[in-house]
């Protein structure tokens, strides 16, 4: 449907009225219900939502000697659906003595999210529920795991739900590794399956109702799942007639088009505050076209070279802002002594926890919490009312918080002397 004509707009303005009704409805019988069963309530939104926590996380689960007291519990479908992924991969299940590392750091100086070692051979899991790939980043790690599995049978497993990177590894080298049974991509759902598949037999009451949180909070804010209950009101509406669908199916083909629009509102209301504040912004030609790994930026340090750089993963799910943020070395700045690197990062992760380096162009980046800068550092990704936060008419514009992050990063910086004043 190409909504031109007066009846198609105001069957889509019909049906907008039609969800935002039946959302408010179900908002409102969730406040109803909240002292008893609050619906809201995410005990993981509370604890550390980062990649080294969830990489924390899994690898607590896998460790039949860890804390839950559930022995092989999770252990057991674990490997079961390894081996039937790699079907090459039998060795894990009958394998013993486990000891898990957590970013355990190579020869070459790159760290393993999670290394498990047993008798049979050695797995290591490259968790990545956000970021990109690094240069050559799996191909040196296959490469650490072929020099350190010292003949035994080794497995790097690839956890995201996007193909691996080509610069990452090139396609020859991971199929051969697959073909070798030494290389396998789990996905996200396979994650929530197994989690799924464990939670009703876990016998601590706590235990169970962390691996339900971890579930949720992956649905949520990995895989960017709507809330089931929502859906099913959405669909009520829009499944109703042949008209109703074709109408849901013409607003869908819109959101493309409606993202680049916001995208221009938010370049023109950061350009102006820019302007203002005398503050220079660098934006990304390839933004507007929705490009991966594209954003914008804010100068800290013009004769150094040092940013505070916006970059978004991807445009493909409508529904969320996928986005992070950091202090971006450009060309000049990417040879700051390893000292400076190391302050800027430690004051930064002292302010905000849970970020990471990357060598050589981020002394420090971390995921966009919500699209506001003062959060609990728990709580990841940009929610679908976020993206209403880029309209120009918003009560609560992003490119405000922008400007406040770019502020409190600065006096942080400052403060440190690692800007001037």
């Known amino acids: 449907m190409n909504p031109t004509n007066q009846s198609d707009t105001q069957r889509v303005h019909q049906m907008l009225l039609d969800v935002q009704a039946r959302i408010q409805g179900f908002r409102y019988a969730q406040q109803l219900v909240a002292p008893q069963l609050a619906p809201a309530f995410s005990l993981m939104d509370y604890l550390r939502g980062n990649e080294r926590a969830i990489s924390e996380y899994l690898g607590m689960l896998l460790d039949t000697q860890g804390p839950h007291g559930q022995g092989d519990l999770f252990w057991r479908p674990f490997a079961e659906l390894l081996c039937t992924t790699q079907g090459q991969a039998r060795w894990v299940r009958n394998s013993k003595r486990r000891k898990i590392t957590l970013e355990k750091i190579t020869d070459d100086g790159r760290f393993l999210d999670i290394h498990i070692q047993s008798d049979g ?32 049978p080794w497995l790097l497993i690839y956890l995201s739900d996007r193909a691996p990177s080509e610069s990452s590894i090139d396609i020859p080298k991971r199929k051969q590794h697959e073909g070798a049974g030494q290389f396998m991509q789990l996905n996200w759902t396979q994650v929530l399956d197994w989690l799924r598949a464990c939670s009703p037999h876990v016998q601590a009451p706590k235990v169970r109702l962390f691996v339900e949180s971890l579930s949720d909070y992956i649905r ?41 629009v916001l995208l221009r509102q938010l370049h023109d209301s950061l350009r102006g505050a820019c302007d203002e504040k005398n503050i220079r912004l660098q934006w ?14 804010l100068a800290l340090d013009l004769e150094k070279g040092i940013w505070l750089r916006f970059d978004w993963f991807d445009f493909k799910d409508a529904g969320s802002l996928n ?28 302010w905000m926890p849970g970020g990471k380096p990357e060598a050589p162009q981020w002394a420090w980046w971390i995921r966009l919490k919500n699209g506001l800068p003062k959060v609990h550092a728990g709580e990841s990704g940009m929610s679908s009312e976020s993206w209403a936060t880029l309209h120009q008419h918003s009560t ?18 400052q403060s440190a002397n690692l800007l001037p004043s």
């Open 121 to 152: 051979g050695c797995i290591a899991i490259e968790n990545k529920p956000w970021a990109q790939d690094q240069e050559l980043q799996l191909a040196d790690y296959a490469n650490y795991m072929e020099r350190a599995s010292g003949g035994q």
């Open 220 to 260: 949520r804010h990995i895989k960017y799942e709507q809330e089931e209950a929502v859906m099913s009101q959405v669909l009520q509406v829009i499944s109703t007639t042949p008209q109703s669908v074709e109408t849901a199916m013409g607003i869908a083909q819109s959101i493309p088009e409606l993202q680049k």
């Open 284 to 297: 990304d030609e390839s933004l507007l076209s929705l490009a991966s790994k594209t954003g914008f930026e």
């Open 323 to 350: 986005m992070y943020y950091g202090i971006f070395l450009h060309k000049r700045a990417s040879r700051l002594a390893e000292e400076e690197r190391t302050e800027i990062f430690a004051c930064l992760d002292k």
């Open 396 to 413: 609560a514009p992003f490119y405000a918080a922008v400007l406040a992050l770019h502020q409190e990063v600065r006096t942080h910086l």
